[in-house]
Structure formats: C-alpha cells, structure tokens
C-alpha cells in the first residue's frame, strides 16, 4: 500500500512538472509569436507615417485648391493678386547676372520715348515673310528713286556680297535688268520698250541667277516690272521655279499728287513747251495712283511675299530705298544690326541721279516759248535761231524761276482717298507730314521786269530791248 502511494505521488509529481514545462513553452511561443506581431505593426505603423508625412503637402494642396474653388471669384483674385505680388518681390531681389533679360528689359523702358519710337518703327517696318534666301525683285513704280537705287547696286555689288552675302543680279549697267520685263511683254505681243527686248539677254539673265549661291538672297530690280501682268509674272516665275527660289516682291509707294507732278515733270524735263501741270492732270485722267494699286493687287497674287514701303514715310525716317531693300526686305535686320546696316548702305548712297527741276522752271521754259513765238511773228529781223531752252539742269532758268511770282497749294485731298487704300492693303507706315505745297508762276502778277527776265533765256536777236 506504502508503496502503491509512493507510486502515484511520484507519478503526479511528474505529470505536474510535464504540464509546468508545457505550460511554460507554450507561453513562450505565444509570447514570442506576441512580440513578431508587435514588430510587424510597428513597421507597418512606421510606414503609414512616413507615407502621410510625404503625402501631407499634397493632401494640403488639393484642400486648398477644393476651398479655393467654394470661395468667391473676388477672393480668389485676392490670392492670384498676392502671389503675382510675392513673385515679382522674389524676382527683383535676384541678383542681376541672373536676370539678363529682365535687365535689358528695364534698360529699354529707361530709353527715351524718341528712341523707342524710332525701335518700333524699324521693327514694324521689317516685316517676316518666312523667305529664307529669296529672289527680291524690286519693282519700283517709275518715279519712285529707281535709277538712284540700281546705280548703288551696280557700284557696290561686291560689297554688298563680301559683307552681307547677298547677290546682285544684272549688275552690267543701271538698266540691264529691264531685259527680262521687257522682253517678256514683247513675247506677249504688249507695248514694251525695243531697246530691251531682247530674248538672248534675257535668258543670259536667267542663266546667271541660277549660277549664283543657292544659300545667300539675290537682288535684281527694274521699274519695268512694274507693268507686268498676272500671265507675264507667270511666265517670270516659271523661270525662277526651275531654280528652287522664291520670289519676294518690294513695292514702293507714291502720294498720288507727288508722283503726278513726278512724270509730269519727266515727261517735260527736255520740252521746249512743257504742258501746264493743270494741262497735264486732265490730259492722264484715270491717274497713276490707281496704277499703284493695279500694280500691288498684281504683285500680291503671284509673290510668295511682297514688302511695301512709303517713299514719303523713307524720306521722313532719313533713309533711302536702298537700305530699306538691303537691312530690311532682304536681310530682316532689327536694333543695332539693322542700324549698322543702314549707316553702311547710306554712306555708300550716290547722289541723286535723276533730279527734279521745281514746277515753276516748267512755267518759266514755257512762257519764255511763247514769247519767242511772238517775237518770231512780230518779224524781228535778227530773231533766227531757234529756241533750244529746257527746265531740266538749266541753271539760268532755274535763277529766273526764282524771281518770278508764285502761287503755291496742294491737291492732295483729291488724291488721299486711293493713297489710304494702298496703305491699308500692305500695312505700310504712313508718312505723318502733309505733303508739300506745289509752287507754279503766278501768269496773272507778272510785270514788265518780269518779262525782260523771260526774254533774257532768249537766241540773241529775239530779247525784249
């Protein structure tokens, strides 16, 4: 019995130290299972902070712009206001070397209005036409300072190629161009000038702009393209198409008054009885003027792009046609370059080659004839010769004209309304001067003194005694 209890007191004795022991690993393993799950949850607690904390701007930002949009639109304004503000205090507080171009910016609005004025002007008028290396025709109209601005290609068309890279087309004498217009509307049975109707030298012309650099523009001019039209200017530009080149077309602009007087006085420069300027005006009804706008609707159809120009506006600005083709229609200079360019072209500029004698010399010539003609009729016996006095370059009849009495006026008005048109379809700069006044001798003052100085431009024998 003694021994049975031994038994079974030693049996429970290990049955609660088993259980103790299991008891003891089992906790472990919760314990330890409970401390990998705590770990994990950091981490992933440490991760969600993280996450927020990168994201909190952004979440920020978006409640923002979510409140901005509930607000009032003058609220907003408020807020774009005061951060336009901020942003304009942190770029002035930049220093300078970072800020090149806000510092040329503010250096230009410290210039003086004349001279932003004057940058403006020469930008406006150096218009784009997307033509990288054209073919510039310039076309006049007669009367338009042609034979001054061919004479400064032909002197200085080596230069202008050494130093701009630009080709001078037909540079054999001031008129070679001529050949290719002229000869064209003899091809198309029009009235055309023979002494350049020549198709040998038209398709030398031809010839050599197509051998001159394909990389650099070329310039070719002459009035007589002026009077092309559309079919002529296609066969023209058929010639030039074979060569790859485009064609931009510059186009100069004459008050309608002004270039009337022009070819009056062209066409009476060598007239020993000029017609009166009044005559003249009633003799060319349907006006020149109109042809200027005839001549640009025509241009405007076939050119890949064509630069219109103010021949007033040149002369108010101080610069000639010549610089305005070369810097501006040719080269598409602005600011300091277009202004070097400019200085280069006008020193090179020759003289006037074509000047205008004043409308009172053509009055002067003209009663002077008729005072011949009365000598000759009175049967003055030594009034043989013939009258040979003519206004243009005649500095004796220039001396008179200037003693004689004078009326001056303008009809510009009659003029302006076609004037506006042209402006208006090419966007050139007008001339902001009123023309000048015409000045013609005043017959109706005329005296006896007035008369002996006439009778003085007289042949020897025909003079008032």
């Known amino acids: 019995m003694q021994a049975t209890k031994q038994f079974v007191s030693t049996a429970w004795l290990n049955l609660q130290s088993r259980r103790f022991a299991l008891s003891r690993k089992t906790a472990n393993h919760i314990f330890g299972s409970f401390d990998m799950i705590t770990t994990c949850l950091a981490a992933v607690l440490i991760v969600i902070l993280a996450f927020a904390t990168l994201t909190r701007k952004d979440v920020l930002c978006v409640a923002v712009q979510w409140q901005d949009k509930q607000k009032p639109a003058a609220v907003q304004?408020?807020?774009?206001?005061?951060?336009?503000?901020?942003?304009?205090?942190?770029?002035?507080?930049?220093p300078t070397?970072?800020?090149?171009?806000?510092?040329?910016?503010?250096?230009?609005?410290?210039k003086p209005t004349a001279v932003q004025s004057q940058e403006k002007d020469e930008k406006t008028v150096a218009k784009q036409s997307g033509c990288l290396f054209p073919l510039v025709v310039h076309i006049g109209p007669h009367k338009t300072g042609t034979t001054t601005f061919q004479t400064f290609l032909i002197k200085n068309a080596e230069w202008l190629w050494k130093e701009y890279g630009i080709s001078v087309a037909a540079n054999e004498g001031v008129k070679a161009a001529a050949y290719i217009p002229s000869t064209i509307r003899q091809q198309h049975g029009l009235q055309h000038n023979p002494k350049f109707a020549d198709p040998k030298k038209m398709q030398e012309l031809f010839q050599t702009i197509g051998t001159m650099p394909a990389n650099s523009p070329v310039i070719l001019s002459s009035e007589e393209f002026s009077t092309l039209g559309t079919a002529e200017w296609n066969d023209f530009k058929s010639q030039i198409a074979i060569q790859k080149r485009?064609?931009?077309i510059v186009v100069v602009h004459r008050r309608g008054l002004n270039l009337r007087a022009s070819i009056w006085n062209e066409v009476n420069k060598n007239s020993i009885s000029p017609d009166?300027?009044?005559?003249?005006?009633?003799?060319?009804?349907?006006g020149e003027e109109e042809f200027q706008l005839k001549v640009l609707d025509t241009v405007r159809s076939i050119a890949d792009s064509v630069e219109g120009v103010s021949y007033e506006y040149l002369r108010e600005?101080?610069?000639s046609i010549a610089s305005f083709t070369v810097c501006n229609a040719t080269l598409r200079l602005?600011?300091?370059?277009?202004e070097l360019?400019?200085?280069?072209?006008?020193?090179r500029m020759p003289g006037i080659q074509n000047p205008s004698a004043p409308p009172a010399a053509f009055d002067v010539v003209r009663l002077?004839?008729?005072?011949?003609?009365?000598?000759?009729?009175?049967?003055?016996?030594?009034?043989?010769?013939?009258?040979?006095?003519?206004?243009?370059?005649n500095s004796a009849v220039l001396r008179v004209a200037e003693q004689m009495p004078t009326l001056c006026g303008s009809l510009n008005e009659a003029f302006s309304h076609v004037d506006e048109l042209w402006y208006n379809r090419t966007g050139a700069l007008k001339p902001e001067g009123r023309e000048d006044p015409l000045c013609f001798v005043d017959e109706g003052s005329l005296k006896l003194e007035h008369w002996a100085l006439l009778s003085t431009l007289l042949p020897p024998g025909c003079q008032i005694m």
């Open 97 to 110: 070397a970072v800020q090149p171009q806000e510092r040329d910016k503010k250096e230009k609005d410290e």
């Open 334 to 338: 602005e600011g300091s370059k277009w």
């Open 317 to 319: 600005a101080n610069y």
């Open 77 to 94: 304004t408020q807020k774009h206001d005061e951060k336009t503000a901020v942003q304009r205090q942190e770029r002035d507080e930049k």
């Open 276 to 286: 009166s300027f009044l005559i003249s005006l009633l003799r060319r009804n349907g």
């Open 368 to 393: 002077a004839y008729g005072l011949y003609t009365r000598q000759k009729a009175a049967n003055y016996p030594r009034c043989r010769k013939k009258f040979a006095v003519r206004a243009y370059k």
């Open 341 to 347: 360019c400019k200085t280069s072209v006008e020193l």
């Open 246 to 248: 485009c064609v931009s």
